[in-house]
Nanobody, 131 residues
C-alpha cells in the first residue's frame, strides 16, 4: 500500500510559479511510475504529467506531459525522499484546478496517461491562478 500526500498548492498570479510536492509512504515508491492529474472546476480529471520509475538501461526516468503544459511544467522524482515534484512556471488562469498525484505499477506509455491505470491517489491540492 502507498499513501500519497500533496502540498504546495495556493493562489498565484498569472505568469507566476508554484512547486507541488507529493510525499509517499512505504518502501516501494521507487517501483511505481508517478503521475500528476488535475481537475478544473466543473470538468473531469485530466492527465498533466508522468514520470516512469528509474531505469538502469535507460539511465534514469522518462517523462511525459500534456501538450498544453510542455515547456512550462517539469515533473521530477527523488526516490531517496520518496517524493515526486511538479514545478509549474508561467502559470495561466486555465491551470486552475485541484492537482492530484498518483502511483501506477505498469510503468508503460500510454497507460500512465490514463486515470484508470493508477492504483493510489493523494487527496489533492488546490492551485488557483488569478488573471
Amino acid at each position: 500500500q502507498v499513501q500519497l500526500v500533496e502540498s504546495g498548492g495556493g493562489l498565484v498570479q498569472d505568469g507566476g510559479s508554484l512547486r507541488l510536492s507529493c510525499a509517499a509512504s512505504g518502501r516501494t515508491f521507487s517501483t511505481y511510475a508517478m503521475g500528476w492529474f488535475r481537475q478544473p472546476p466543473g470538468k473531469e480529471r485530466e492527465f498533466v504529467a508522468a514520470i516512469t520509475r528509474s531505469s538502469i538501461t535507460r539511465s534514469g526516468s522518462t517523462t511525459y506531459y500534456k501538450d498544453s503544459v510542455k515547456g512550462r511544467f517539469t515533473i521530477s522524482r527523488d526516490n531517496a525522499k520518496n517524493t515526486v515534484y511538479l514545478q509549474m512556471n508561467s502559470l495561466k488562469a486555465e491551470d486552475t484546478a485541484v492537482y492530484y498525484c498518483a502511483a501506477e505499477s505498469s510503468n508503460s506509455w500510454p497507460r500512465i496517461a490514463r486515470r484508470t491505470s493508477y492504483d493510489y491517489w493523494g487527496q489533492g491540492t488546490q492551485v488557483t491562478v488569478s488573471s
